[in-house]
T-cell receptor
Framework: TQLLEQSPQFLSIQEGENLTVYCNSS?????LQWYRQEPGEGPVLLVT???GGEVKKLKRLTFQFGDARKDSSLHITAAQPGDTGLYLC??????????WGAGTKLIIKP | DAGVIQSPRHEVTEMGQEVTLRCKPI?????LFWYRQTMMRGLELLIY????????DSGMPEDRFSAKMPNASFSTLKIQPSEPRDSAVYFC??????????FGEGSWLTVV
């Protein structure tokens, strides 16, 4: 069982639709991070959420940290083909390692 | 500024051969990480260094894997002998203390 469970594993939607992906755990985290990995590239950090209930926006992407700091969500409004990629949540440990979820593979069809 | 630079980008080798993957971290970064990514297991930390010293190698699969960081600007990950199950994308990443971790583009290894 993974520490961070991401759902769905795979999502394919049409351009312009909205979507939400989830990162859940039974553990409490001091913070969680979201990364996007495009095909043939390494993961790139999108955001770090730190405070329970926190909401951060990055253009059309909205990230939320659960009140109990056990889960997080990523909502994309009006998805575009450029949003295609693997979305990974991760926990940065106290010694700076990253513990990863398995990721949500997102495909946005034009 | 240059990011994390990895080489080779792609390598196809025969089972039993030695494979050496190379990494140049971002200048000034004091942490260097080696990750492996597969469809089955996702991203796994293999080993990480702090100030060129290996801190945690518990993720290294077995004795066939070794990593070195002879100086602050260079690290290698070596597999000897390689096996088909080692086929994966190997990422090097670096960071400055607790700040953002930056990943290279990865080395795509296929062992046939």
């Amino acid at each position: 069982t993974q520490l961070l469970e991401q759902s769905p594993q795979f999502l394919s939607i049409q351009e312009g639709e909205n979507l939400t992906v989830y990162c859940n755990s039974s553990s409490v985290f001091s913070s969680l991070q979201w990364y996007r990995q495009e095909p043939g590239e390494g993961p790139v950090l999108l955001v770090t959420v730190v405070t329970g209930g926190e909401v951060k926006k990055l253009k059309r992407l909205t990230f939320q940290f659960g009140d109990a700091r056990k889960d997080s969500s990523l909502h994309i409004t009006a998805a575009q083909p450029g949003d295609t990629g693997l979305y990974l949540c991760a926990w940065r440990t106290s010694n700076y390692q990253l513990i990863w979820g398995a990721g949500t593979k997102l495909i946005i069809k034009p | 500024d240059a990011g994390v630079i990895q080489s080779p980008r792609h390598e196809v080798t025969e089972m039993g051969q030695e494979v050496t993957l190379r990494c140049k971290p971002i200048s000034g970064h004091d942490y260097l990480f080696w990750y492996r990514q597969t469809m089955m297991r996702g991203l796994e930390l293999l080993i990480y260094f702090n100030n060129n010293v290996p801190i945690d190698d518990s993720g290294m699969p077995e004795d066939r894997f070794s990593a070195k960081m002879p100086n602050a600007s260079f690290s290698t990950l070596k597999i000897q002998p390689s096996e088909p199950r080692d086929s994966a994308v190997y990422f090097c990443a670096s960071s400055l203390e607790g700040n953002t971790i930056y990943f290279g583009e990865g080395s795509w290894l296929t062992v046939v």
